[in-house]
């Protein structure tokens, strides 16, 4: 695996290193060792999956709180997103800075998210699945959000408009 910094402090884009033959490709998209030599969490505990049967679906911006706060490896099984994190860390020199990666089932890449960070995307196909690993389990009381549109980070987003469920479109703006 390739493990790629993003400019956000603690994030990283990872590549996978495919074999390939005429039968297909083979290759890793998780190794304990490869990830404890990068320091990063090598240890998940929840898998989760979400599917989007429509173009310009927006999920997020969603982040677990203290003392649960989670760390997540997201890859799109099935068509594409673009996935977006922001950095809300109080003492992180890039906070409210946001950092936007493609994934999609034919790129085959991962994004790792720091806890700290605020998460969300966007469909760019119709029938697009996402996979996440996570460091936590997840905590109804702990489940946060900020305004996927919020002035404060400036997100651009390319599908206009989105389609939000209700909870998603009621986050009130990050306050700093």
């Not at 297909?24 to 505990?45: H, I, K, M, N, P």
């Not at 203290?66 to 068509?79: D, F, N, Q, S």
Request: charged share 25%; hydrophobic share 40%.
């Amino acid at each position: 695996m390739k493990f790629q910094p993003l400019g956000l402090e603690g994030g990283f884009l990872i590549e996978i290193e495919p074999r390939t033959d005429d039968r297909g490709l083979f290759a890793r998209t998780f190794c304990r060792d490869e990830f404890r030599a990068q320091g990063l969490c090598d240890s998940f505990v929840q898998c989760n999956t979400s599917y989007n049967p429509r173009r310009g679906t927006l999920r997020g911006m969603h982040f677990q709180a203290a003392p649960r706060e989670e760390i997540k490896l997201v890859r799109c099984t099935r068509g594409a997103i673009l996935d977006v994190v922001v950095d809300l860390r109080p003492a992180s020199a890039t906070r409210c800075r946001w950092q936007a990666v493609e994934l999609s089932a034919d790129n085959r890449r991962a994004l790792y998210i720091p806890a700290g960070f605020g998460h969300g995307f966007q469909t760019l196909t119709d029938d697009a699945e996402v996979f996440y690993q996570m460091s936590e389990a997840y905590v109804p009381e702990l489940a946060r959000g900020v305004r996927w549109n919020d002035p404060a980070f400036g997100i651009v987003w390319p599908v206009d408009p989105p389609v939000l469920s209700g909870r998603d479109a009621s986050f009130a703006d990050f306050q700093p």
